[in-house]
């Protein structure tokens, strides 16, 4: 892949709202590495490798000491890696799904695991965990002493319970 | 009014638990699909930012049983990155071996799987047999059936002297003609032909769209293999060991089938060709070696498609964040493509099709 090219377009678009890293593995793989100082900014980016034919391999989610998230996708483009880091304050990012359909469950799964909102997500279903269980659960330490007690926030499974007993 | 169909999350021709929602109209043509997945979340993710990288290492062979090489493999050259350690030839040399051996074993596995699914008994007990000159060598070698335990930060745990390379090349040497007859065997079976052929359509442009890998992708005319495009380990130093595998176009089940055949062949000719010139050297470096502050993306080619390891660390012994993905996570979402307007009977054998690996999606 032409990483120059690409790397041009994408300062002329959004110039100092992002920075760039390259770095290269012992093994010759070149991978590139970009911050975006305003997390609507995605959605450029997203249509710069759906133009270049890329996909999105996954996205990766943490919750900062402040509070905020750093949310990171992994692109891929004819072989070399493009991370793309974003930061969120408000529990919410643009989802890229429409525009890059392979975005689809990394989006999801950082809905449903750390309870951050990707707005414009063509799917609410919930795709790993049950309804029972609250969203956001990695934002959580949860003991083993409690997790034994259980961990949901909601009387469902013990509605369940209750109803056995009373129907005999 | 269509009639709902459920399968799963526990049936006999599920490998794992996975529940269908099928409507099906009045021919049993499949209408609606929808997948509910969880039944194997473990939170894996979670457990491994609280454990030590050691730890994390033992934690990673037992994702899951059949790509239970791939998971450490990876997660070990992500930890090298960030320490910047180049590891000894010998010591890759040897992680491609044991990695080769799983791939051949596991897709056999998935072939063996097939075979029952389309109740060609015979077929099935032919293909389990011959993979069970891998499964011994895996015994003889490594000491386990599934997981081998291969890998170590900086190298391996294992060497291999001139007894143990004659014992896999005699191995390798029964089991090679028994591949290709069943390579033939399974293209020309009038009951695989009849329930694979033209069944499970993955179009090259939607397979491109959802962004699958592997033999998924390659029975759909598509070679993301991770071997040639981004080479890795030994299959970056010595270029001529990379998988010549083409890309099927049939994009049915039989063609992803076929595919795997291709995969299971190109194995043990890497193998081969491996053990053949054996780099001399160390295993490994050190057992315990410091790991910094960092991040790093890697990636390598598993049986069943691309498997990537995102690591952050802040020089403790624990990560910040270790995450994973795994081939089945993307091509899970073809499926709702393949079984779409295919019949209720080949449901389970489309899922087959994309080789799914439950445990690992989940974690």
């Known amino acids: 892949m032409n990483t120059s090219k690409f790397i041009k377009i994408l300062r002329e678009t959004l110039g100092e709202q992002c920075s760039i890293k390259e770095d290269k593995d012992s093994y ?80 999801r799964e950082i809905r449903e695991m750390y309870g951050v909102e990707p707005i414009g997500h063509p799917n609410t279903d919930r795709l790993f965990l049950d309804y029972s269980i609250a969203k956001g659960v990695l934002n959580e330490f949860i003991p083993l002493s409690k997790l034994q007690r259980g961990v949901s926030k909601t009387d469902i499974m013990w509605k369940k319970v209750e109803e056995d007993i009373n129907n005999g | ?47 491994v930012t609280n454990r030590n990288f050691m730890q994390n290492l033992i934690l990673t062979e037992r994702v899951c049983s059949l790509c239970s090489n791939n ?19 010998r010591a890759e040399a040897l992680r491609v071996v044991a990695d080769e051996i799983k791939r051949a074993a596991s897709n056999l596995f998935n072939l063996a799987m097939l075979s029952h699914l389309t109740h060609s008994y015979e077929l099935m007990k032919d293909t389990l047999e011959t993979r069970e000159y891998l499964q011994d060598l895996k015994e003889t070698i490594w000491g386990n059936r599934m997981d081998m335990s291969v890998n170590l930060f900086t190298g391996v745990k294992y060497d291999l002297d001139a007894k143990k390379v004659v014992h896999i090349l005699e191995k390798l040497n029964l089991a090679i003609p028994k591949i290709k007859e069943l390579q033939k ?36 005319g598509i070679n993301n293999d991770v071997r040639v495009k981004a080479p890795y380990s030994l299959y970056a130093l010595r270029p001529e060991l990379q998988p010549r595998t083409k890309p099927r176009n049939g994009c049915d089940v039989l063609s992803r089938a076929m595919a795997r055949f291709d995969d299971i062949i190109e194995a043990v000719r890497i193998i081969k060709d491996l053990l053949s010139d054996l780099p001399r050297g160390k295993t490994y470096l050190e057992k315990r070696p410091h790991i910094p502050e960092g991040e790093a993306v890697v990636r390598t080619e598993a049986p069943r498609g691309e498997l990537i390891y995102y690591l952050k660390t802040d020089g403790s012994q624990k990560p910040i964040r270790m995450r994973w993905k795994v081939p089945t996570y993307t091509n899970w979402e073809a499926l709702k493509v ?17 080789d799914p690996c439950i445990s690992c999606t989940e974690r």
Request: charged fraction near 20%; glycine fraction near 8%.
């Open chain 2, 338 to 354: 393949m079984i779409l307007g295919d019949k209720v009977e080949n449901v389970t054998i489309i899922l087959n099709s994309i």
């Open chain 2, 1 to 47: 009014m269509g009639k709902t169909i459920k399968i799963g999350p526990f049936h006999p021709e599920l490998e794992e638990s996975v529940y269908f929602k099928l409507v099906a109209d009045k021919n049993s043509i499949v209408q609606e699909v929808e997948i509910v997945n969880g039944f194997i979340h473990r939170g894996m993710e979670s457990l």
């Open chain 2, 185 to 220: 065997r399974f293209e020309n079976d009038e009951i695989i032909k009849q329930r694979c052929v033209g069944v499970g359509i993955l179009p090259t442009e939607k397979a491109l769209e959802i962004g699958v890998t592997g033999p998924v992708a390659r029975g759909s």
């Open chain 1, 28 to 107: 010759g793989n070149h991978s590139i590495w970009m911050k975006l100082k305003v997390k609507e900014s995605i959605n450029v980016v997203a249509n710069s490798i759906k133009s270049f034919k890329g996909r999105c391999i996954v996205a990766t989610a943490y919750k900062n000491r402040d509070g905020s998230h750093t949310i990171i996708y992994h692109f891929d483009i004819n072989g070399t890696i493009l991370n793309v880091e974003i930061k969120t304050n408000d529990n919410m990012f643009f989802s890229i799904t429409p525009i890059i359909p392979s975005a689809n469950w990394a989006e």
């Open chain 2, 71 to 89: 998971h450490p493999f990876t997660f070990v050259m992500a930890v090298e990155k960030i320490a910047n350690i180049k590891v000894p030839s």
